[in-house]
């Protein structure tokens, strides 16, 4: 167990719905980062908060939208879901800001259909 | 844009056949070279940083090296577990992002 819990790890959905991903970090991380894992596309940055504050965006798409709230848990919301954004969704998590050696999570496996 | 090169794309060893992945990058101002291991359905773990060429890092069967272009992973007489997907990702510049190469499936039969 890394220390950082992301929920559902399995989910199927149809095209056109909206799903919310949950991660919370590790005890102590202010950092939470999100990445999308594709076989054809690899780990892709999605985006980083920082203590309750977007930090950095990635090819986040803008059907994508995330938040990290005052207990530092994030969610990923993903809308109008395609075939396309079937993938694994990866929350790692870091001390502080650009903080080397990211502990990721066990990913959420997204299946649209 | 930084970006991340590995190959080869997939490795078959045997058992106790030593052999290094490569790691090829570009990257405006380099503040962390990573490796990290993923196995199937899992997260990817980490498993070293290099900060400037010349560094080296090991642990266990595994020695991380670092230049200005390439990074290289030498996994010294290897065994069945360690068979997994190795990552490679480059922190640069401003951008704390990670990005990631596409890895290097490793498979050692016994």
């Known amino acids: 167990d890394s220390g950082v819990t992301q929920t559902p790890k399995h989910l199927i959905t149809a095209t056109g719905q909206r799903v919310t991903l949950r991660c919370s970090p590790r005890?102590?991380?202010?950092?939470v980062y999100w990445y999308q894992q594709s076989l054809d596309q690899g780990l892709q940055f999605l985006i980083q908060?920082?203590?309750?504050?977007?930090?950095a965006k990635g090819n986040i798409l803008e059907r994508f939208s995330a938040q990290q709230f005052p207990d530092l848990h994030s969610e990923l919301n993903l809308s109008s879901l395609e075939l396309g954004d079937s993938a694994l969704y990866f929350c790692?998590?870091?001390?502080?800001?650009?903080?080397?050696?990211?502990?990721f999570g066990s990913g959420t496996r997204l299946t649209v259909v | 844009e930084d970006q991340v090169t590995q190959s080869p794309e997939a490795l078959r060893l045997q058992e106790g056949e030593s052999s290094s992945l490569n790691c090829s990058y570009t990257?405006?101002?380099?503040?962390?070279l990573f490796w990290y291991r993923q196995d199937p359905g899992k997260g990817p773990e980490f498993l070293f940083t290099?900060?400037?060429a010349g560094e080296e890092k090991e642990k266990e069967r595994l020695k991380a090296t670092l230049t200005k272009k390439e990074s290289f992973l030498h996994i010294t007489a290897p065994k069945p577990e360690d068979s997994a997907t190795y990552l490679c990702?480059?922190?640069?510049?401003?951008?704390?992002?990670?990005?990631f190469g596409k890895g290097t499936l490793l498979t050692v039969n016994p």
């Open positions: 790692a998590s870091s001390v502080a800001w650009g903080h080397e050696g990211y502990t």
């Open positions: 005890s102590g991380d202010l950092s």
């Open positions: 908060y920082y203590n309750g504050e977007e930090r």
């Open positions: 990257v405006s101002g380099l503040r962390g």
């Open positions: 290099l900060y400037s």
């Open positions: 990702a480059v922190q640069g510049g401003s951008n704390y992002k990670l990005t």
